[in-house]
């Protein structure tokens, strides 16, 4: 074969390859009537009880958007994958979404460990990725913010604000923490230290860590029932939190309880029954049943989409909370919707309310969307509503 | 000495569920040399039935019994329509198959009754409690401990008593020596399948009012009954009660006044140094090789 033939061959080749990407629409995951979304979540394993229905809540929620036409006429599609709330099975999932699902952007992602882990790849790879459910002290002073937009509170600045606050309001001098021991539990806990730090008459008299996979906790109950403290900060799943609760109860230690937002759904009342009486909580958004319509409403929405999100209903509206702004953005890009002309439309919200979610800021320089919340506590049941919303300071 | 002893208390409630998994286990390996990995799916399933059966308003006793009957066919339809008809597999080949049927069952839970906890009704209280001196032992941990013990007391009996325990034990040293002398093998290797599941669904039941009923429950408490029976010696009943005991009250008194973060870590930990040390287990028969 001559030189000329074979360079007409290799023409020929690489039109070849090159022939079918041309038809391809501009950007990946979006055609003319669809957006596709993916998501990695525990679906099994010890955090099964979040991630379930804020899956399901997402799909429902798609479905609700889906129902009334969609986005500039284009209907959105969720692609669930069970990570067991494992990070290598995250890394492995966020991988196959991008890479053979070839969604448009990444919707939550839960557990602060699995965002952490798959972090880099996402960054690297250019993806969308809308509120990664993970403490977003993960993204301080983080500078590849472009594609990443969180609204989601940060477990540091919690825990500062629930040692305050026990300390300001409910006379406590000393504090314990029981938390997971991975980034979620160690965020918290580092919170609760510099608030301790901040304060002059309180101190953190002990502290007892589980793993995920732990079946039982009674040691851990004796133990922290040796520190003696009068305020026990909670930073664990709600099955663990619940564990605790009750097995302190049988030793007959019952500190006033103080618990991060992740165990406000009220199944906890279920779970650990009279113990998660008088349990001092926060909130980021207005839970169901606290007086807010507008979050009535969605929930009542999405229970009739899918009853079995009725059983879960905080976890249900976090699951709309998590998207909305998302939705928002592509309703303000327009029609002709690529990555690039998201962003800047999200980076046009400015203290904007969804249906659940409120508040949300975004610009080209804040990528970390709110930063506020408030204080419930528990009381026969029900949530009630203690304060106004505290702000703090945002780093992403 | 409260400190400890109530270290001790929490640990041999733990520790008669981990003997009842780990006799399960044990009960199943001496006679097909098979590592049953679907056991805590198995007892999972049977504890889920009790659920819904409690749920319909059915009296404790009776759901429970059920539960169980449940389990034990379970357990025997498994070994008869699967492991039985795929005679010519691998050893190795049939440890995947219960693999397989672990993942089989721990999807139908999900699908059936979602993944979420569910609280699971008791007679007993969790919240009523004894004090032993200083000791405080709830009625839940008291009953736990009794029932391990009152069904391990059953099995000794069953096994070292009765005609069937004695085809059973035949059947576990020599499977053909065994036929030959007209022990119906099949009947009695379904048999044991039967009893070892129904072992694990009453560990299931007994573990679900603690720790809350999830398709997920048994994961953890299966892997630390599966390491009280190496501890114990695989093949030995006696073994796998000791190590079950010994596991539960190790873990709680470390736990307690080493570190909490390396709790899981210890069980494996202990399975390393005995396979060292001790490749039998305690109770176990010396390991010879045959050249």
């Known amino acids: 074969m001559n030189t000329l033939a074979r360079m007409a061959l290799a023409l020929v080749a690489v039109t070849a390859l090159v022939a079918p990407a041309v038809g391809q629409p501009a950007e990946r995951g979006v055609t003319a009537t669809e957006i596709t979304v993916g998501t990695s979540m525990p679906l099994s394993g010890g955090a099964a009880f979040w991630g379930v229905p804020i899956s399901a809540a997402i799909d429902a929620w798609f479905k609700k958007i889906n129902d009334e036409g969609g986005i500039h006429g284009r209907k959105l599609r969720l692609v669930v994958k069970d990570d067991g709330y494992l990070p290598p099975r995250a890394v492995a999932n966020t991988r196959e979404l991008v890479e053979r699902d070839a969604v448009f952007a990444l919707a939550s992602s839960l557990g602060t460990a699995n965002v952490f882990a798959v972090r880099d790849y996402v960054v690297e790879t250019q993806t969308i990725w809308i509120t990664p459910l993970a403490g977003v002290d993960i993204w301080a002073g983080f500078r590849n913010k472009k594609y990443i937009f969180a609204t989601y509170p940060s477990y540091i600045e919690e825990g500062i604000y629930l040692t305050t606050y026990a300390a300001q309001n409910l006379k406590t001098k000393s504090v314990a923490v029981f938390y997971q021991n991975d980034l979620y539990g160690q965020l918290g806990l580092l919170g609760v230290k510099r608030g301790v730090a901040q304060l002059k008459n309180v101190k953190l008299v002990g502290q007892a860590s589980y793993e995920v996979t732990d079946a039982e906790v009674t040691a851990q109950a004796q133990k922290l029932k040796e520190t003696g403290a009068d305020t026990l900060i909670l930073y664990a799943t709600p099955r663990h939190g619940a564990l605790i609760v009750r097995e302190m109860a049988k030793l007959s230690f019952r500190p006033t309880l103080v618990s991060s937002f992740t165990l406000t759904d009220p199944a906890m009342f279920a779970l650990a029954g009279e113990a998660w009486n008088n349990v001092y909580l926060t909130a980021y958004f207005p839970p169901p049943g606290t007086g807010d319509a507008k979050v009535d409403a969605a929930l009542a929405t999405l229970s009739r989409i899918n009853p079995a999100l009725a059983r879960s209903p905080f976890n249900a509206v976090g699951g709309v909370a998590f998207v909305e702004a998302f939705l928002e953005g592509l309703r303000r890009t327009g029609p002709n919707l690529t990555k690039d002309r998201l962003v800047a439309a999200m980076e046009t919200l400015k203290n904007w309310d969804g249906e659940v979610i409120r508040g949300v800021t975004f610009s080209p320089d804040r990528h970390q969307g709110t930063n506020r919340m408030l204080m419930l506590k528990a009381e026969n049941g029900q949530y009630k509503k203690l304060t106004n919303w505290y702000s703090y300071p945002t780093k992403f | ?291």
Not at chain 2, 55 to 79: M, N, Q
Not at chain 2, 153 to 175: F, S
């Open chain 2, 1 to 291: 000495m409260t400190q400890l002893g109530q270290y001790l208390v929490g640990g041999l409630a733990t520790g008669s569920l981990y003997a009842l998994v780990a006799l399960g286990i044990v009960l199943l390996y001496r006679s097909s040399r098979v590592l049953n990995f679907a056991h805590g799916d198995v007892a999972t399933l049977a504890t889920f039935v009790a659920f819904t059966l409690l749920g319909r308003a059915v009296p404790f006793s009776i759901a429970v019994t059920a539960s169980l009957a449940a389990a034990a066919v379970l357990g025997a339809a498994f070994f008869f329509l699967i492991l039985r008809p795929a005679k010519e597999a691998t050893l190795l080949g049939k440890i995947v198959m219960t693999l397989g049927l672990a993942l089989v069952l721990s999807g139908v839970m999900q699908l059936v009754w979602g993944a979420d906890e569910h609280v699971f009704p008791s007679p007993l209280s969790d919240t009523r409690v004894y004090k032993l001196g200083q000791v405080v032992v709830s009625q839940m941990s008291l009953g736990t401990i009794v029932s391990g013990l009152v069904l391990m007391g059953i099995l000794y009996v069953l096994i070292q008593r009765t005609k069937v325990g004695l085809a059973m034990r035949a059947v576990a040293q020599n499977t053909v020596a065994a036929q030959a002398l007209g022990i119906p093998a099949r009947r009695i290797y379904a048999l044991t399948w039967g009893l070892a599941s129904a072992l694990g669904g009453a560990a299931g039941v007994l573990l679900a009012p603690v720790v809350y009923l999830d398709p997920f429950m048994m994961l953890d408490p299966f892997l630390k009954g599966f390491a009280a029976a190496v501890l114990g010696g695989i093949d030995s009943l006696p073994g796998a009660v000791l190590g079950g005991f010994l596991l539960g009250v190790a873990e709680s008194v470390f736990a307690g006044y080493v570190s909490f973060k390396f709790k899981t870590t210890l069980a494996f930990g202990i399975i390393i140094l005995v396979l060292m040390i001790r490749p039998e287990g305690v109770l176990g028969r010396e390991y010879h090789r045959r050249v």
